[in-house]
């Protein structure tokens, strides 16, 4: 396997709402998502489909970072949760990376703070 550098990809759909920003990693298995808007039920509605889009195209292993989205809500989590089944039933996992405290909280909250791996510090920070 050759080592190229990692690839940045902006995904073609985007509203004035949510924006996806997908990094691939050197493995051809992984890469980095930035979800920058509100996760509510339109932008879920987006992220779930390019996340879906990410995985079908063999990226199963994602590290979704939360930092740039301003609302979470249950359209929201049910994107991240669909994005999870889907990589673990191709042999992936999913990361959550989320150092706002609100985003946080709703993890917490609804407990996929357990069922995802979460990663407090900033996306800068960890790469």
């Known amino acids: 396997m050759a080592n190229n550098p990692p690839v940045q990809a902006n995904f073609l759909e985007q509203t004035a709402m949510m924006r996806i920003d997908l990094t691939e990693l050197k493995n ?3 890469a980095r998502v930035a ?3 509100d996760l509510d039920d339109s932008g879920g509605k987006i992220a779930r489909r390019q ?3 990410a995985v079908e195209s063999g990226k199963v292993n994602l590290t979704i970072d939360l930092d740039g989205v301003g609302a979470l809500n249950s ?3 049910a994107a991240l949760i669909a994005t999870l ?5 191709r ?3 999913v990361r959550v990376r989320a150092s706002q405290p609100h985003i946080r ?3 917490e909250l ?3 703070s357990r069922v995802f791996h979460v990663a407090s510090e900033p996306a800068a920070a960890a790469a």
Do not use: K, S, Y
């Open 35 to 37: 979800l920058i808007g």
């Open 91 to 93: 042999g992936g996992d």
């Open 51 to 53: 996340l879906a889009r």
């Open 85 to 89: 089944r889907m990589a673990r039933n």
């Open 75 to 77: 359209g929201g989590l």
């Open 28 to 30: 051809q298995t992984e």
């Open 105 to 107: 909280r709703v993890m």
């Open 110 to 112: 609804t407990g996929l």
